[in-house]
């Protein structure tokens, strides 16, 4: 398919000396068609140009020099240039595409580029928490569409399995081990555990010394150590599990920060080697105040223990060498802004090529907090993630019983959707806003949720039952849907690989969500105009084949969010 967006920016870099992809990058799809296909902003070169946006968007037009087939004309607008496609062009490359293609706009070729996704990353013996959830979907979101535009991507669950925190666990279980049965919720007792220990830490001194030493000899590799923090580790990677199995979360690695363990010895001694390595207070750290960040990065304790960023950078050393990354994407909370700061920095100390370090990228993302209705009082406000996705299938199947009582396999269908609901909320408004998790909100079948989507692609779906079969791409004629409201879907679906490209570029799954949410709309608008099954055969048979489009390209985006598409609901 020609990529007409890309032929203007072309077009526009010939007629002012700007590089393509600056040009590409401000290219804007007007949400108003009277404003044209694609608008160019003229005031983004107003600065560097010394010429008002007028005057440049008068310039470019004399300029350029475009496809006159596929652009029919050219306006200038309070400082936009507005282009109009011919419509019947796009209609017909849009839709042969869907026909043609297994999965609509994936990439069959390969970028050759790698890329590095550390997702999800809970700790051990710890609850997994809402936030967790937020990275789950996000890390997994922005893997399936690296994967779909043709880049080789490695998922990493960077687990939170070690630090001295292990010793102290370690004694608690000496002390109290057996007053707990861990085959039953075992991350709960663990936590238990944990809180006692540190408060007779807080008493007694010589606990603390205990819990030290066992932190010793685990480095050292003692067995009796190595043994419970395995189990520990086991308990609760399987308790994780569950919560995966229902998200249908996959990662290609599991290296967590224990796998660096025997790693940090040598990013000490190259930052030893820089000279930048400093002592303070008996600890070993790199200040980074003339890089314009206050707190300086921890390198070693004072009793010698390396710390959560000593071993990312052992990460990172390992993950260039291994995958050879072009980028490493960190999901996490905005918590951790200033830990991915420091890191990044002291990471360009480690002799890496640039292209490296240029790779690293942090993909933080706003709180997420419970709704004070139904959820936070019946569950408490500490609630668990494995209920919360429980919850919301068992809230969705209430829903399909009452709406559909004769569905056959609601079972299945309520998770679908239950999950598909709690996916969608996590993704659909910027990753760096606050967020507020209310189940019934995102069970809402007309707000603009998931559920919503699922609804409308089931509506494809009976809309085609209805006409008996598909009809084939060479059988329509796509001079009928030329309508407001099929150009309207139409423009949209064209644009599928112009936001997948974007979400990648942003980090922001968000904008596929959107997309989805606008799509929907656009197909609920055609459906509420157009009369889709009808007597004149042309005409149906070009609707019909319009709507399969619709179902398609939902089902492909909700497969890369996440969410699977019930076919009946
Ligand atoms: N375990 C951390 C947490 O739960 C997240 C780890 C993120 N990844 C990393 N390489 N630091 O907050």
Redesign the pocket.
Known sequence: MTDIKKEIAVAIAKATNFKENEIYGYIETPKDTNNGDYAFPCFKLAKIMKKSPVQIAEEIKEKIIVDEEKILKIDIAGGYLNFYMNKNILTEEVLKKIDNEEEYGKSIELKNKNIVI?YS???IAKPFHIG?LKTTVIGGALYNIYKYLGYNVTGVN?L?DYGTQFGKLIEGYKLWGSEYDLSQDPIDKLADIYKRINELCKEDEKVLDNCRENFKLLEQGDEYCTQLWQEFKDLSIKEFQRIYDLLGSKFDSWNGEAFYADKTDEVIEILKNTGKLQESEGAMIVDLSDKGIDTPCIICKSNGSTI?ATR?LA?ILYRARTYDFDKCL?V?SYE?NLHFKQVFEVAKLLGLDEKYTNGLEHVPYGFVRLSTGRMSTRLGNFVKVEDLLNDAINQAKKIIEEKNPNLENKEEIAKKVGIGAVIFNDLATSRIKDEIFDIDAMLNFQGETGPYIQYTYVRTNSVLEKAKSKPKFEDIDTELLQDEYSQNIIKIIYNFEDILNQVIEKSEPSILARYLIDLSKAYSNFYNENKIICDDENLQNARVFLTYAVGKVLKDGAKLLGMQMPEKM
């Open positions: 550390d990353s809970p700790n967790h960077h939170g959560y990312d990460a960190y996490t951790q």
